[in-house]
């Protein structure tokens, strides 16, 4: 009966999300209405709010007893053993603001404190990851894997700079990328989260860190890779076993981390 339950909320949640991606997209090309949060280089647009109200109005419509974890309307809500929604709009809202085609639509839904579904949808470029629990990951219908990669100078490593002015968070960038240009085979910075992981799970890039992030911009994302093979754990190097922590450390294989861990620490 659960397996059956999750189809429906997947099936449910992919037509909803589908659906979603055309305001994205509509709204990728078109005049925005930017503000910002707490921060200067944090940005939030119509089109943000718009697509959380939307996919959640349409979720709840099915689904009433449901609860949601969203970054516009609900980033204060905690995590229940309910079914939960965990949903970012768009991650990647500089990216979206810039006229970048990194940005896309993350949706996870979480049971028991368990991720059972993930969708990331990119419309600009038409990439839709998805993975339920047990059931592998797909791009596009097309089942993918990660890399087999386990040496750091062999591999890519996904990273995201975060431009505030701290300075405890720059002497953190600094040291880190000192580290990773040494040691790694090159950097790939997408200003998404949830792209970036959805990328190390079809093989595109093989190791990536965040931290100063929320549930939302990764959980879709951890889901996917896990289904595609891949490792997720958290930024100490122990296992991934909270769905709220964000600061995570992923790659194609156990090995991968170990070294990059054992270099950063």
Same mark, same amino acid.
């Given at each position: 009966m659960a397996d059956n339950s999750n189809q429906e909320y997947f099936n449910s949640a992919l037509k909803i999300v589908l659906a979603a991606g055309e305001i994205l997209l509509k709204g990728f090309t078109s005049p925005k209405e930017i503000s910002t949060?707490?921060?200067?280089? *944090?940005?939030?647009?119509?089109? *943000?709010?718009l697509i959380e109200k939307t996919i959640i109005d349409n979720l709840l419509k099915l689904y009433p007893n449901h609860k949601f974890i969203a970054e516009e309307s609900a980033a204060n809500n905690v995590l229940t053993t309910e079914p939960t929604w965990i949903l970012d709009p768009i991650d990647g809202t500089t990216n979206f603001v810039q006229s970048f085609p990194f940005c896309c639509i993350s949706l996870a839904l979480a049971v028991e404190n368990d991720l059972k579904l993930g969708i990331i949808y990119n419309p600009i470029l038409n990439q839709l990851f998805t993975a339920q629990k047990g059931k592998g990951a797909y791009l596009n219908n097309e089942k993918i894997q990660v890399t087999n990669t386990e040496v750091l100078q062999n591999a890519m490593f996904g990273y995201d700079i975060i431009c505030l002015n701290n300075e405890k968070l720059i002497q953190y960038h600094y040291k880190n990328l000192n580290i990773i240009i040494k040691n790694c085979r090159g950097i790939r910075s997408l200003g998404s989260a949830a792209l970036t992981l959805c990328y190390l799970a079809m093989g595109a890039i093989d190791l990536c860190y965040f931290t100063y992030l929320k549930c939302w911009d990764v959980a879709a994302g951890i889901l996917i890779l896990q289904e595609s093979g891949g490792i997720v754990l958290d930024s100490n190097g122990g296992e991934?076993? $909270?769905?709220? $922590?964000?600061?995570?450390v992923a790659a194609s294989t156990r090995k991968l981390i170990e070294e990059y861990l054992s270099i950063t620490k």
């Open positions: 949060k707490k921060n200067p280089q *944090d940005f939030v647009t119509q089109y *943000d709010k991934y076993n $909270n769905i709220m $922590n964000a600061s995570i």
